[in-house]
Each structure stands twice: as C-alpha cells, then as structure tokens.
C-alpha cells in the first residue's frame, strides 16, 4: 500500500509515537541516531521511536525520555499497550545508527552510530523482544516510513534504491 507522506505521522528527533492500522508513522534524517519500530501484528499496532543517544544513565538532564534507547523503547512499548498491543507479540526493526564522520582516533563519543545501535539491541533483547529485520551502519543517512497495515519499514537515502525490510 501507497501512502503520501502527509498520511504519515511524523515523529521527530528525540521523539515517538504509536498508532494503529491503517496508520504509518516516519522519522526524517536518521544519521547516527537509531529508528526503532515495533509492531504487534495480530493488533496491527506499531510504534517508533528516534533514539539519539544510548544511555540516559550517563546524563543529569533526562528530561525527555525518548531522546534515549534505555527509555524510549520502555515509553513507547507502554504507549503501544495503551493502543491494543500486547508486549509479548511485539517484533522490531531498526535503521540507523551510521557513522556519519570519517575519523582515525579510537574515540569512544565519536563511535555514537554504533553504541546506539548497541544500546538497542540490548534494550530490546532485555525486553525479549525479537529484531526481525535492520538496516544499519555504514556512512550514511536514512529516512524511514513504518506502515501499519502491513509492517513493512521503508529505508531511503539519497543516491539508493529504496530498501523494504
């Protein structure tokens, strides 16, 4: 199914939301940052949410929850279950988490896209939920497009194909 990007729910940096079929949500821009999707597909229920950094642990100012893999996956999961989604069906697939910087130094903070990436997966095999499909790495960026109907993630980037996972 087609969509226009203006029957999209837009879900900005730092940000997520959740919906229900025949809704699609999308996050612009993804560089180091990580989109997770998940998706209860008995309910049709799906979720995103625009992970920037790892860890909130590591921060004194953590006011917005979503801005971190730690507890924005746990609000969004809550968020889903208040939709209808039953945390024990969800599955996800990510995009994300580039090295957008060429750089020689072994720099634990420039290594951003890959400890996101990281943060994820731990974040969602800690809630046991399945990674089904990911398009991550490399050098460069992404735009996303998660459709309820069928749980179809879109990956596009400038100079390639879109990727459907």
Request: aromatic share 6%; glycine share 10%.
């Amino acid at each position: 199914m087609k969509y226009k990007m203006k029957e999209l729910i837009r879900v900005g940096m730092a940000d997520l939301n959740a919906c229900k079929c025949p809704g699609g949500l999308t996050t612009l821009g993804l560089g180091s940052c990580v989109g997770v999707t998940l998706y209860d597909s008995q309910t049709k229920v799906g979720g995103m949410v625009h992970v920037m950094l790892p860890d909130s642990t590591r921060f004194k100012h953590t006011e917005n929850p979503a801005k971190y893999a730690d507890t924005g996956i746990a609000l969004l999961i809550e968020k889903m279950e208040k939709l209808g989604a039953d945390r024990k069906r969800l599955s996800a697939k990510i995009a994300g988490g580039a090295q957008m910087f060429a750089f020689k130094a072994d720099n634990e903070m420039l290594r951003i896209g890959e400890r996101n990436v990281e943060a994820t997966k731990q974040v969602l095999k800690k809630h046991k939920i399945e990674i089904i499909a990911e398009d991550t790495g490399l050098n460069y960026g992404r735009t996303i497009e998660f459709y309820t109907k069928t749980g179809d993630l879109v990956i596009k980037s400038v100079g390639k194909p879109d990727k459907t996972i």
